[in-house]
């Protein structure tokens, strides 16, 4: 079986853009691939957390997962931090990666850029593409299924691996990326030209997985949209194009279809639609996840397997890779 890895970081709430861009798409895979699903703890903490917030935020991301299709028994589930290879062959692969390529890293010039003069910016910012590499290089992962802002971070996981085969030995697979179509990159409500983030200070620019369905309400009908005051599909209308994309990724359809249906109607009628579709998606999500905090020792049991899941293949790649390097084994 081919192997699939993906993660998403507990940095903030989780997003509709995260749940269609990413989670939704991994449901499908657990039958035809091994799957390891991870909450990357680690990559949270380049930005300060608070730490009670956290420790609540990886429980529910946990909940989240379960309650959205992924199942325990096919694919692996478990916390970055729980697994100590990860941060021990980042450090390996840190003295391969190089500052240059880590210096032009889109998300790391954006996310730099967005800070003010004089605020420090940990070094953890800047070496967080080169643990996501070892995130997925320790489990010889060929499929890496991610919203499109993570693309150029798998492309180098990849030139990584490849420094590293060619340097000491083959070992490492090369991985690929796999980015769903509609939902590739779901767009701010309020600025349909930037990506949703959990991290916006603007509530009204996201929807949250754990909104409420009057607060869904609300955001969809305050969305940005334009003057021109007909459903169509195109870049010149992009706030109208991210509703349409929002509804074909949950309901499998194409956007034409969307657009015949909406054909001589206005953008409140589409509006309305569109909030009912995200709130008959998410409601059953949320009732579960709900049901699923109210045992936490259940919860616990399904980190705690995977933790030790995750460890036995992890620890065989780092051995390999230690080897290679020329350090001492301990045994
Ligand atoms: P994170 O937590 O920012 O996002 C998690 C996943 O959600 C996708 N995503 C989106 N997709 C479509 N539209 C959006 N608006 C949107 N916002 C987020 C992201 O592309 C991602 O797939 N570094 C990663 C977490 C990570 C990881 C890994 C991923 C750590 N190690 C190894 C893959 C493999 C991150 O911060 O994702």
């Given at each position: 079986k081919k192997i699939v890895f993906s993660a998403i970081k507990p940095s903030g709430e989780i997003t509709l853009g995260n749940y269609l861009g990413a989670l939704k798409n991994w449901i499908g895979l657990q039958d035809e691939y091994e799957c390891f699903y991870c909450i990357a703890d680690l990559h949270a903490i380049t930005v300060r957390q608070e730490p009670k917030d956290l420790r609540r935020r990886v429980l529910e991301i946990l909940a989240i997962y379960i309650a959205a299709g992924l199942n325990h028994e096919k694919s692996t589930l478990f916390v970055?931090?729980?697994?100590p290879a990860h941060s021990e062959a980042s450090w390996l692969l840190t003295c391969t990666a190089n500052m240059g390529e880590l210096s032009r890293m889109t998300q790391y010039k954006d996310k730099t850029a967005k800070l003010k003069e004089n605020t420090s910016i940990s070094a953890g910012l800047f070496n967080y593409p080169v643990l996501m590499a070892a995130d997925i290089l320790i489990y010889n992962t060929n499929l890496v299924p991610v919203g499109v802002d993570q693309k150029q971070h798998v492309e180098l996981a990849r030139d990584i691996a490849q420094r590293f085969n060619s340097s000491y030995s083959d070992t490492f697979v090369l991985p690929e990326a796999k980015v769903s179509e509609s939902a590739a990159k779901i767009m701010d409500?309020?600025?349909?030209?930037k990506k949703m983030s959990?991290?916006?200070?603007?509530?009204?620019?996201y929807i949250l997985l754990l909104d409420p369905p009057a607060v869904i309400r609300r955001k969809i009908s305050r969305a940005v949209t334009d003057s021109v005051g007909v459903v169509n599909y195109t870049d010149e209308q992009p706030g109208v194009k991210n509703l349409i994309n929002i509804v074909c990724a949950i309901q499998?359809?194409?956007?034409e279809a969307v657009v015949a249906q909406f054909e001589g109607k206005g953008y409140k009628d589409f509006k309305e639609f569109v909030a009912e579709v995200i709130i008959g998606e998410l409601e059953p999500v949320q009732i579960k996840v709900k049901e699923l905090l109210e045992n936490k020792e259940a919860l616990a049991a399904i980190y705690r397997e995977g933790a030790q899941k995750a460890s036995r293949v992890a620890t065989r790649t780092l051995r390999k890779m230690q080897k290679k390097i020329g350090l001492l084994p301990l045994e």
């Open positions: 970055q931090s729980h697994v409500l309020q600025d349909p030209t959990k991290s916006d200070d603007n509530e009204n620019s499998g359809i194409k956007p």
